[in-house]
């Protein structure tokens, strides 16, 4: 089993939380999971979810680049060190700032989560776009802090914004909700060895390779200034 | 379908540290009034959240939720009009910032199932809301600016009438300084399952039984004797007004006599 999960969403909306529950509900199937988490300039969930459950971490910092691009030309790096680990399911969580991007790969390659807060406003499901409306499953985190009746008008929006996406209601504090979750990645085809990922959606318009639309994750493909697996960058072109 | 439920059970699942439940199952029917009592931190809540789930080992106290003794359809918690729950959580603030007439009209068009118009359903909610409340809801104020108890007002009138439901769940429906008789009398008008969390010996004893709540499990059930209900319709309903009547006094900011409880002393 080669397994990749990509889970997006913005900020502080329990992404972490929900990858927790999973880890520990694959962990009980004698499933090997790695995890990476891409994101600016600082985060210790590695370190944490490391030390809790025993599992390869790795952390990749975008620095100046945005941590879509970033992911973009490091993941296939990544995906490698997982794999000669003896990983089964690699868990890649994305930090989500511009929500502009999709960062997950294609749906034969990989299974793509947004997760969304029921506190974030009821406008947010049409705000995202591709974040939202190209995953395979939406998990909406924080139900316990609104009121029925707010939940269930989040989740109809939610629902008419992306009708084609799985959307799933949790409570990741209690660890409500993510037994589907843990279905629908076991359900996920593999990925074929040595695959270099494509992403699913077309980025915005821009001005580095990501940003114009090359959608290929294999980091030779990309022209420019181009960050590297570790930090740094190098450039490639004339 | 909603029409048709006749019973709910729950079957017991474990405590807050792997212990079974004493009380291994347990069946309401159609027109119960159920109370859920214990301390604080004994699994009241997590109790009601788990029917709210359709808990089916899903959560972490493994228990599992049957209406008309089979597992519930998974349409319920997927589609809020087939949802024949409706709960009403401890929340005195509403995030979700528009007109309170805007916010009852999306509520309605998630939960309605055809027949009566939205404006007139909406209409309703707020006319039952402002039953409850000291000082009215008016359709065009913001949700965020409602005060904790008119806030909670409309959450149990939103429930209560743009969802309909056959199965009705209330979180302490006493806090919140709202007319907890009142609310009471209003609900129990429609023939429904309830069940209330409460602190509230008026509650618990108006109910037909009462599970008691310990260290998460459910300890006890215990059916209202015909003694309880007379307390409950005799000396603790006059007790109850006279605490009612002396706290309106106080609200209107009257002043208060030696004399007041004099009737129930």
């Known amino acids: 089993m080669k397994k990749i999960v990509i889970c997006a969403g913005p900020t502080a909306v329990g992404k972490t939380s929900v990858l927790r529950h999973v880890?520990?509900?694959?962990?009980?199937?004698?499933?090997?999971?790695?995890?990476?988490?891409?994101?600016?300039?600082?985060?210790t969930d590695a370190v944490v979810l490391a030390e809790e459950f025993g599992i390869p971490t790795a952390t990749e910092?975008?620095?100046?680049?945005?941590?879509?691009?970033?992911?973009?030309?490091t993941l296939y790096d990544h995906i490698r060190w997982a794999w000669s680990l003896g990983t089964e399911v690699f868990l890649v969580e994305t930090a989500g700032l511009c929500l502009r991007c999709a960062p997950y790969a294609l749906p034969e390659e990989s299974l793509g989560i947004v997760v969304l807060e029921e506190t974030s406003g009821i406008d947010l499901p049409f705000k995202i776009g591709p974040m939202l409306t190209l995953a395979d499953v939406a998990m909406i985190t924080k139900i316990d802090m609104v009121s029925p009746a707010e939940r269930e008008i989040f989740l109809a929006r939610t629902r008419k914004a992306a009708p084609n996406v799985r959307?799933?209601?949790?409570?990741?504090?209690?660890?409500?909700g993510i037994d589907p979750l843990v279905t629908r990645i076991l359900n996920t085809p593999d990925l074929a060895e040595n695959d270099f990922p494509t992403l699913r959606g077309h980025p915005p318009l821009g001005t580095c390779t990501v940003c114009s639309g090359e959608r290929s994750m294999n980091p030779n493909r990309h022209r420019g200034v181009v960050a590297i697996t570790g930090g740094g960058t190098r450039f490639s072109g004339q | 379908m909603m029409d048709s439920i006749k019973t709910i059970t729950v079957l017991g699942g474990r405590g807050k540290t792997g212990e079974s439940e004493q009380v291994g199952t347990v069946t309401f029917r159609m027109g119960d009034v159920i109370s859920i009592v214990g301390p604080t931190g004994s699994g009241k809540t997590t109790l009601i959240n788990d029917i709210a789930l359709f808990a089916n080992k899903t959560t972490p106290s493994q228990r599992r939720l049957l209406i008309n003794a089979a597992s519930p359809p998974p349409e319920y918690g997927d589609d809020p009009s087939l949802n024949p729950i409706a709960m009403i959580n401890q929340n005195?603030?509403?995030?979700?910032?528009?007109?309170?007439?805007?916010?009852?009209?999306?509520?309605a068009e998630v939960r309605h199932r055809g027949g009566e118009e939205i404006a007139h359903l909406v209409a309703r909610t707020i006319d039952f809301a402002n039953q409850l409340t000291g000082e009215p809801i008016l359709l065009d104020r913001q949700t965020t600016e409602l005060s904790g108890g008119q806030t909670r007002a409309l959450l149990i009138a939103d429930a209560s009438v743009i969802c309909n439901a056959p199965i009705v769940l209330l979180d302490e429906i006493e806090n919140a300084g709202i007319d907890r008789a009142k609310a009471m009398e209003l609900l129990r008008k429609s023939r429904k399952i309830y069940l209330f969390v409460t602190h509230d010996p008026t509650i618990a004893l108006q109910s037909d039984l009462r599970i008691v709540m310990q260290n998460g499990t459910m300890a006890k059930v215990i059916h209202t004797s015909d003694a309880e209900r007379k307390l409950s319709s005799g000396s603790l309903r006059r007790v109850d007004e006279a605490l009612s009547a002396l706290r309106n006094k106080i609200r209107d900011g009257e002043t208060i006599s030696s004399e007041e409880l004099k009737g129930v002393l």
Request: glycine share 4%; aromatic share 10%; net charge positive.
């Open chain 2, 92 to 107: 005195t603030k509403i995030f979700l910032n528009a007109p309170v007439g805007v916010f009852l009209t999306l509520h």
């Open chain 1, 61 to 73: 910092y975008s620095g100046e680049f945005c941590p879509d691009h970033a992911s973009v030309t």
């Open chain 1, 23 to 43: 880890i520990r509900k694959l962990l009980a199937k004698n499933i090997r999971v790695a995890y990476l988490k891409n994101d600016v300039q600082y985060a």
């Open chain 1, 167 to 176: 959307v799933l209601e949790v409570n990741a504090q209690a660890g409500i």
